[in-house]
């Protein structure tokens, strides 16, 4: 009696006197699915997988019974089914996987009436025919190339555009990925093992984002009937409300048995996503966000100095980290710019540049970061918690009281004026690990130093026998009187101790320079070795962090939050004995790489070493290509 039984007719309406399709499900309390068999007027039935399954019926009647046999006890359970209407329409739906089109019967008891036939996935209609009804009957050809891979809803409308009939279909995709992996080595324990994988679509290699997973298959078995996979999370599941049995069953192959479970999914699990009547209105939920492949840098570019005329719009560039391509785009007179569809992990220095057509390099740019919201929970928690105010008073007195008991010197101090603060000397010169140069540089005391937009203006001029030349992003600095025929002429450039290239110095702020200290004698610079030999330019910054955010002469470096960085899986390597290797192995899941790219060649190798007991490998990947084609496989390989 606690088991849930519901009889669904196809397409929500069943009429007497037209064949129908009527698709039953029994769930029991926990949401597991039951296995039944009944009779409806002497016509046997019975559930096919899930606790799903279907049965014709031409009623002649409005009102049927189904007795139900239930399966351990044996005993009977009459159910009444929907009510069969005496005039209206009826849906029927053929999905023959060998065919090129899907086949919609509609049938009903108003004849001539002009209908309209949509088909929609997630909101975007994707195919529309209108026709009528011919001798009480309409049928419809679906060319299955119109249609998106996955779960279709079919919606019949009459002419004023009333929703009358609705029945969910799934469509197959045919462009799975083909992914293979071999293994070669020895499966003794401990020894090393190679992967080689390969990614193709129909022959030809397929470059995208996978993972694998190596157990052993003698511990861990291939759950994905279960638990679903990539292909189940995508175009099932993702899509229908409730639970879904077993997802990953109705995607591990192509048998008449495995779809007809899948349809026997579609026609249980109804479900409508919009109403029709805002799809017909051409209302749709507000977009809130734009639709990303990538991260989005947006920022809002100004004057230095504001001029009458105003920005004239141009063209902004980004280098982000230490690569060599350079992301652009244009942006107008309101300053306002977007990079998109960056793709870096981590947190890194973004480098940004913009130029304008009326005022030049004589820009500030200025990087909105994104703000993270947080939704409150809502019913199970309050809002917020009021403390009564007695309770608050007696709380402050407690802690007071029980502060003036502890063991604590309080000393009572007259009003304290702060005059000043400074950077300590000392703490300055702790920072520089090789000593302070031949000549030292102090931006803060240079005249007009608000002006500069570089570093290496600091030393022009100021250093004897030092020559800088800057034109745009190139940089040549020369040091007379060190150096030598062999070593070049380019001295050593530190930031912060750390060793740089003169293009990263040029993206620092001059604003943030502490100290900049010129070693010239070879005597000072033998500390740097032969590195050291054309002579040392050290840049110190206020904070010891490198550079900041603050935009000079048109080029911003800031540091931009990426994609987190998959963690690496431990995976112990027994190339050499330690006493970390002494242990006895008998881990099951032997080899994991969450996030593994796969180049246009289509494939790539890997390495890992067995276990002390695997003899036998489940090797499971999954992924997406470029094109957005999905693939999963699963190999046991001994």
Known sequence: NLVDIQFLPEGGHWVVGKKSNVAFRAVAPDGTPVEISGSIDGNAFASSFGGMGKLEITPEKSDYQAEITHPFSGQKKSISLPKAESEGFTLQVVNNPSASFITA??????TGQNLLLVSQTRGLINYMIQGSLTNGVWGVRIPKENLIAGINQLTIL???????????VFIQTDDRLDLDVDIS?????????????????????????????????????????????????????????????????YFKDQSPETLEALDLV?????WRRFTWDQIKASEF???????????????????QEETKKGLGGGKVSAVVGEGIEIISSEYGPNGR????????????NVTITAEDKRVKNFVEIEVVQPEAVFTRLSGKYPAQIQWPEALISTFKERNFQQQLTEDQDIMDLEGVTVEGQTIQREEEEIRKIYGTGDVSITPDKIPGNVAFTNVFQLIQGRVSGVQVFVSGLDVSVQIRGVGSINSGTTPLFLLDNMPVDAATLLQVNPRDVASVDVFKDPARAAVFGSQGANGVIAVYT????????ISVGGTLVTQYGGYSSPREFY???????????????????????????????????????????????????????????????AKIIE
């Not at 019967?105 to 108003?110: E, R």
């Not at 022959?203 to 759950?223: H, Y």
């Not at 579609?266 to 109804?270: D, E, P, V």
């Not at 939920?285 to 100004?302: A, D, M």
């Open 185 to 249: 080595g020895d499966f003794s324990p401990r020894q090393k093992l190679n992967l080689a994988l390969s990614s193709s679509s129909k022959g030809t290699p397929a470059s995208g984002s996978f993972s694998i997973s190596v157990t052993d298959a003698d511990q861990i078995q291939d759950e994905s009937l279960n638990y679903g996979g990539i292909f189940s999370s995508l175009l099932l599941t993702s899509d229908l409300r409730g639970t879904v049995f077993q997802p990953g069953f």
């Open 105 to 110: 019967l509609v049938q009903g008891t108003a």
């Open 337 to 348: 710019f977007i990079l998109r569809d960056l793709v870096y992990q981590d947190s890194v």
């Open 266 to 270: 579609m026609l249980t699990h109804g």
């Open 542 to 549: 206020k904070t010891g962090t490198g550079m900041s955010g």
């Open 571 to 633: 995976s112990p390597l027994y190339d050499e004995k330690t006493p970390a290797n002494s242990a006895v192995d008998k881990r099951a899941t032997i080899f994991w790489e969450p996030l593994l790219q796969i180049g246009e060649s289509g494939k790539t190798t890997l390495e890992y070493y067995n276990t002390d007991q695997a003899k036998r490998h489940l090797i499971i990947i999954e992924g997406i290509d470029d094109l957005g084609r999905l693939g999963r496989t």
């Open 285 to 303: 939920p507000k977009v809130e966000h734009f639709i990303e492949s990538g991260i989005n840098i947006e920022g809002q570019i100004t004057e």
């Open 158 to 168: 009459t002419e004023e555009g009333k929703p009358i009939l609705e029945r969910l």
